[in-house]
């Protein structure tokens, strides 16, 4: 999904009530992001399209929002009536998932997904995920798998020009069940990457972890491992995703370092 979307969520034993209730708890004018507005494990990276006037947004994106109802093909049509018609649990007032369209296979990276905060706007070429139903353990285990270089790889095998809905329905996402050690170890990896400050600190406590820049680099390898194992890679699996990841781009060290948390996990059985 996308809209056209700073402090932290709204709730609706706030006070809020209607559009502009909400747009009052904010700043008035909100950044507009594009897809270099963020970047892997790095929310905001300072670029944006544009700003917007926070009250002209929230007006706007509830309007829309109960028009797309309508629609069953749309993702809200999965919203109770109760979310739907309360602006507070609008997502542009929550951290959510958001990749960017724009990709090719010959790029470093071509799957660029980040947990944005909330309080913003952003345009069609950043779309993001609408969460229905789960938690935020599963959108922080979501989060870790496309931010890993097992599954980007997957999807540089049909990326061209744009990571568009119908390539990004393509991706295949291992889930082994809530109380797997790995998986867990996923979810606890992503928020500690991905919760980098006070603007994410209600889904960091629903994640359950931390932020930890000094193990950033070592979290990112073993975070490919858990990953790779979900997928029930081998290691000659793990060299050829590494090895073809990238023309021109050396991940020797990096596959170096995963395959050490690789074995690991193998030796726990």
Not at 30 to 35: A, C
Not at 114 to 134: C, D, E, F, N, S
Not at 200 to 206: G, I, K, L, T, V
Request: some cysteine; glycine content about 6%.
């Amino acid at each position: 999904m996308n809209d056209a979307t700073p402090s932290s969520p709204a709730s609706a034993e706030s006070g809020i009530h209607g559009p502009e209730d909400a747009a009052s708890e904010f700043n008035e004018i909100w950044p507009v992001y594009k897809g270099t507005s963020f970047n892997l494990w790095e929310p905001d990276t300072g670029v944006y399209y544009d700003s917007a006037d926070a009250q002209t947004m929230i007006t706007h994106l509830q309007e829309k929002r109960l028009s797309q109802r309508r629609t069953r093909t749309s993702a809200f049509a999965e919203q109770d009536e109760s979310v739907a018609d309360d602006p507070a649990t609008l997502p542009c007032l929550n951290p959510r998932i958001a990749f960017r369209d724009v990709a090719r296979s010959t790029d470093t990276r071509t799957l660029i997904a980040a947990l944005i905060p909330g309080v913003r706007v952003i345009v069609h070429q950043a779309p993001y995920l609408l969460r229905t139903l789960g938690a935020g353990r599963d959108e922080a285990y979501l989060l870790g798998v496309l931010s890993s270089m097992p599954c980007d790889w997957q999807s540089r095998r049909t990326v061209e020009l744009h990571m568009t809905f119908e390539q990004f329905g393509l991706l295949s996402i291992p889930d082994p069940g809530e109380g797997h050690p790995v998986r867990d170890r996923v979810v606890e990896i992503a928020g500690r990457l991905a919760a980098v400050d006070e603007r994410f600190a209600e889904w960091a406590a629903e994640v359950g972890s931390a932020n930890d820049e000094t193990a950033k680099q070592d979290l990112i390898c073993e975070l490919d491992a858990c990953v790779a194992h979900l997928y029930g890679l081998d290691e000659d699996d793990l060299a050829v995703v590494y090895e073809t990841f990238s023309e021109t781009v050396d991940y020797s060290d990096r596959h170096a370092a995963v395959r050490t948390h690789f074995r690991k996990l193998h030796d726990c059985g």
